[in-house]
Every structure is written in C-alpha cells, then in structure tokens.
C-alpha cells in the first residue's frame, strides 16, 4: 500500500517566501536512476502534469509523478538551513542507505 509523502510546513513557507506559486511553479519531487546508492532525488520547480500526486497548503504545492510515488511511500519533504546550505531534503523511510549528501540512495 502506497502511503503519499508529507509537506513539512517549513517547506511550504519556503516555497512561499522564493515566490513558487506567484510565478505558477510547483515544487516537483522526483526519484531517478543514477547516485552514487541507485536512485537519486529530482527536486525542481515546474509546472504540475495531469497525473502528479498534489499536496499544496497555504496556496503552495508540491508534486510527486506516479513512476516516484512507490519510492517516496510515507517520505517527510522538508527545508533545512544549515552553515553549509540551505535546501529541500526528503526523509525516505524505504532507503536502505544513501550517499554522504543524502540526495542519493537505494532501496
């Protein structure tokens, strides 16, 4: 059983403050083959596809394809500002292992 993933609400307030929805952006999380651990995440703004997973709060929102979505079962997307960098990240309970910048992994 496919659980959809989350939004933190600090990565929808991000989203709000760089402007996505004013420009008609949407924040598209998305899992490919490659990395250094298999797969690695995609995360870009775009525009959404008729069949994306939606989740959107506050006029903000985030998009997952159905290829990622059993990738991405009960995942947390969030927004970490750290002294190296801020970003979106994605906590991924179906990862095995990941790489040491946490934007690949297996599964």
């Known amino acids: 059983m496919i659980v ?3 939004v933190t609400s ?8 760089i402007g996505a929805a004013a420009d008609g952006k949407v924040l598209r999380v998305a899992v490919e083959g490659g990395g250094c651990s298999g797969f690695q995440y995609e995360i870009t703004l775009g525009e ?3 069949d994306d997973l939606v ?3 506050n006029g903000e929102t985030v998009v997952v394809d159905q290829i990622s979505l059993p990738f991405l079962t009960d995942a947390t997307i969030d927004f970490s500002e750290e002294l190296i960098g801020a970003r979106f990240v994605i906590d991924n309970p179906n990862a095995t292992s990941s790489c040491g910048c946490g934007t690949s992994f297996s599964i």
């Open 55 to 57: 989740l959107s709060d």
């Open 10 to 17: 600090r990565a929808f307030e991000r989203l709000a403050e």
């Open 48 to 50: 959404p596809a008729d």
């Open 4 to 6: 959809p993933p989350k």
